[in-house]
Structures are given as C-alpha cells and as structure tokens.
C-alpha cells in the first residue's frame, strides 16, 4: 500500500478550520488523541484521503474521521467511508506506527437545517450504518472503549463539548421598590410589569 505525504487539499472554510488547531485541539487532541489530517492512500485502485485519522494510544484506538459541509450523497458517503474504515488500519501501521486493536469511525457533518432535514429523510440508512449519535459521540470520544459509528453535527462555532444557548433573550425584570418608596407613595402598590419576554 502507498500512502502519501499528509497534506490540507479542502478549500471549503469550514472544513479546513476543522483541520486546524482550534478545532481540532479541543475535540480531539484534548481529549488524549494524537491527529494526523488529510492522510492519503493508495491501495489497488483504491485512492482517497482520511480526512482526519487519529489514535488513542491508552486504548489502542484508532479513528477515522470523515468532514462534510453537506450531505448531498449519502449512499456514496457511506461507500467511500466503508472503504476508508477497511483500509485505516493498514494505514496507520505502515505511516506511524500505530496498531490498534479498535476502530471507530465518525461522520461529522456542518450543523444546519437542511442537512439535518436530509439526515431525518434518510434516517433508516443512516441508522443503520453509523447508530451512535453526538452525544454518545462525545462520551466516546472521552472515553473509548470498542469502536464506534458515529454521526456528529457540529456547527462552527462548536468545539466539541460546550453547549451554546440558542433561546431567546434572557428576561429582565425591573427592579422593585424598596419599602420606604412604597411607604412615602401615595399610590396604591402595583406589581411591576416584566420585561424582555422573548416572542415565540
């Protein structure tokens, strides 16, 4: 098997942030993985990249990453993924070293509502073929033990395990008066409307 150089090929932003330090410190590399990207194979008219292959040295596991922007073909995903996922290990042997005793394998794909609206048509498939989910993907990631098939949506800004707030805006209520300004009130006391009700 030839396996060239690692090199970033990805012109898509997103992506290429993914490959970068960032991105791939805090949901990879902190979590006790080392990261190779973009690592090229060659195998008997087999020719593709991992996007992203990393190794758990505690555990011997071995994970292969899949990025996409959009999941315009799933069934050829899930193709060239399979493919990816037979051949990683002979990969990660003869380029670093590495023998793993475990494999996982992770579709992570851009968050957004028409992937997320495409992922639900094909959700049988994808069921199927890559079970686990963004949570028990975090969780494993963590803490590997086994493989996994996974489908991760992450967004941009996302660095893997903080959760951002996506409500509405906080509310904000006035201040009420203190007893010596109900007390010097020749008004009747009436409670204070509350503001910044988020519209639904």
């Not at 079970?131 to 493989?147: E, M, T």
């Amino acid at each position: 098997m030839k396996c060239a150089g690692e090199a970033a090929t990805s012109s898509d932003s997103w992506t290429r942030d993914m490959h970068h330090s960032p991105a791939r410190s805090s949901v990879l590399a902190d979590r006790g993985w080392q990261v190779r990207v973009e690592v090229s194979y060659s195998h008997f008219g087999e020719r593709g990249a991992i996007d992203i292959l990393a190794w758990h040295a505690t555990s011997r596991t071995l994970l292969v990453v899949e990025l996409k922007t959009e999941l315009t073909s799933i069934e050829s995903t899930l193709r060239k993924l399979d493919e990816k996922e037979r051949l990683a290990t002979s990969v990660a042997r003869e380029r670093f070293g590495w023998r793993p005793v475990a494999v996982g394998v992770m579709l992570i794909v851009r968050e957004g509502p028409t992937d997320r609206a495409r992922a639900r048509r094909a959700e049988v498939l994808l069921a199927a073929a890559l079970p686990s989910r963004s949570v028990a993907a975090r969780a494993w990631l963590r803490q590997p033990s086994g493989g996994i098939r996974g489908l991760w949506f992450l967004s941009p800004t996302d660095r893997g395990g903080s959760k951002r707030r996506t409500g509405g805006p906080d509310r904000v209520r006035r201040p009420g008066r203190t007893a010596v300004e109900r007390g010097n009130s020749s008004r009747p006391a009436r409670s204070e409307p509350r503001l910044g009700r988020p519209f639904v």
